[in-house]
């Protein structure tokens, strides 16, 4: 879990105990641990007296909040309307048995998070799919494939250098 030397309690301090602040108390602590855990919305719940099962509400309306850990790498595969009419949806079926996940999980290893998103707005380019911040036009099974295995070596390759440092 990320967290930039930040501690929790150092996040919690920084907001007013009101339940307005709820959201950038959110904000801030994804953008320190990458996800909100059950114990950080229980801290971010308790600061600005707003009820837990409110604190969810909350943060599964806003599509950005995220309560599990993401993987390293981030694949989104969009699944608006043309998207979908050019095969957004097979993409996805594979990538789930690729990476042997459904839309929504991360891998076991926690290298991969497959999630699926709305228009990102390049239509003309459909099916569209994204690889952390890479947008891939036009997508298919086989190119988004070889992404992969293309990441796969290169982390490969870094682990092995980090493993002789
Ligand atoms: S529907 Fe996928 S980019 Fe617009």
Redesign the pocket.
């Known amino acids: 879990m990320e967290n930039f030397g930040v501690q929790i309690d150092e996040i919690i301090e920084r907001y007013p105990d009101k339940p307005e602040y709820l959201i950038f108390l959110l904000q801030d602590i994804q953008s320190s641990y990458g996800y909100i855990s059950p114990e950080a919305m229980q801290l971010a719940c308790d600061r600005t007296g707003v009820p837990l099962t409110q604190g969810y509400s909350v943060a599964t309306f806003y599509q950005s909040f995220r309560l599990d850990p993401s993987g390293e790498h981030e694949i989104r595969v969009?699944?608006?309307?043309?998207?979908?009419l050019k095969g957004?949806q097979r993409l996805v079926e594979d990538l789930e048995r690729r990476l042997n996940i459904k839309a929504g999980e991360t891998t076991a290893d926690m290298r991969y998070t497959l999630n699926t998103v709305?228009?990102?707005?390049?239509?003309a380019?459909?099916?569209?799919a994204i690889i952390d911040d890479e947008y891939h036009p036009n997508a298919t099974a086989r190119k988004l494939e070889k992404r992969l295995n293309a990441l796969d070596q290169t982390d490969a390759a870094d682990e092995k250098e980090a493993g002789h440092a």
């Open positions: 969009c699944l608006g309307t043309a998207c979908h957004g709305n228009c990102v707005g390049a239509c380019l459909s099916p569209v």
